[in-house]
DNA sequence: TGTAATTAATTTACATGTAAACTATATTTG
DNA sequence: CAAATATAGTTTACATGTAAATTAATTACA
């Protein structure tokens, strides 16, 4: 359905406000087909985020401080995240001898397992972004760094 | 800040990934920069948008069905939510007689006072919104109805 | 007509987002 | 070196997102 049938409006002050809207219901209708194809698997969006990212290092372990950083969606509360996270025994915790503040956490050879089920699980969305050629895919890229940064 | 940089990773498997990630960051960026305006006002942006839905139709009331149809984000409580705005005398709620089920809702003049101020408050987000072209904006628009179309 | 199905909204319960206060440790600097 | 400052992470508290159960009224139909 075309965005302005989805929310029953049919004209905007500008294509930009338009283009903005949609892409914020866009973004939001992505999260929600995220959250329900991982709902199988107990995780949020968020915490399939910090798996993710931890497989990206693995075997390095990283420190909260830099999983914050590199997730892709505002600090929440990591310490909650990664307790959830370490009861399904997907990710390891411990301390840091040479700086007693620093929390190391890693992704566990569960976690490893289940990242690869979900690669085929979410492989349904490489399908779907085909829609967008590559060359488009750059441009949109660029607009949204261009957005952020003006 | 570039999208790469602000998440500390350099490569993507593809363009296209990329571009569906930087807009998911992009649309949390805009969510907070939101946020933060509507602050002052006690006001979230759910909120916001239930009394942009509201001006619009004025002075014809909604039902708060009608008003969940029209929104940007799916379904949140709508009983609370219009609750709070009732709270601060921004909406009004009154039963149909006809279907004793129905509630309808409108903006009341205090939520129009409000609506204006924040006009020129939110009014930064038309200059920002520039960096877009009116052909580009459409080609964005055009690309997020193909995504979830697709 | 009366029972079932549907619809509209509310209520409840719980997960997550978000910010602020707090604790512990490390670093800086007077 | 001691006090002040900065940093890392945790804890707490509250708002909001989200889904399911509930209530009430309406409509369909056997």
Chains 1, 2 share one sequence.
């Not at 693995?58 to 959830?84: A, C, W």
Request: glycine share 4%.
């Amino acid at each position: 359905m075309k965005f302005e049938e989805s929310i029953k409006q049919e004209t905007f002050s500008s294509p930009q406000i338009k283009a903005l809207l949609n892409m914020m219901y866009t973004a939001n209708w992505f999260m929600g087909k995220q959250t329900e194809l991982l709902k199988p698997y107990k995780l949020s969006p968020q915490q399939y985020n910090v798996l993710r990212i931890l497989r990206g290092s693995h075997p390095n372990k990283l420190t909260v401080h830099s999983i914050k950083e590199r997730m892709l969606y505002k600090t929440p509360n990591m310490t909650r995240l990664v307790d959830k996270l370490i009861a399904q025994e997907l990710v390891i915790r411990e301390g840091c001898i040479e700086d007693r503040r620093v929390v190391y956490v890693g992704i566990s050879q569960n976690g490893l397992d289940l990242m690869s089920q979900l690669d085929e699980t979410l492989s349904v969305f490489d399908t779907i972004l085909q829609t967008w050629g590559e060359e488009e895919a750059e441009l949109i890229s660029e607009a949204m760094d261009r957005l952020r940064t003006q």
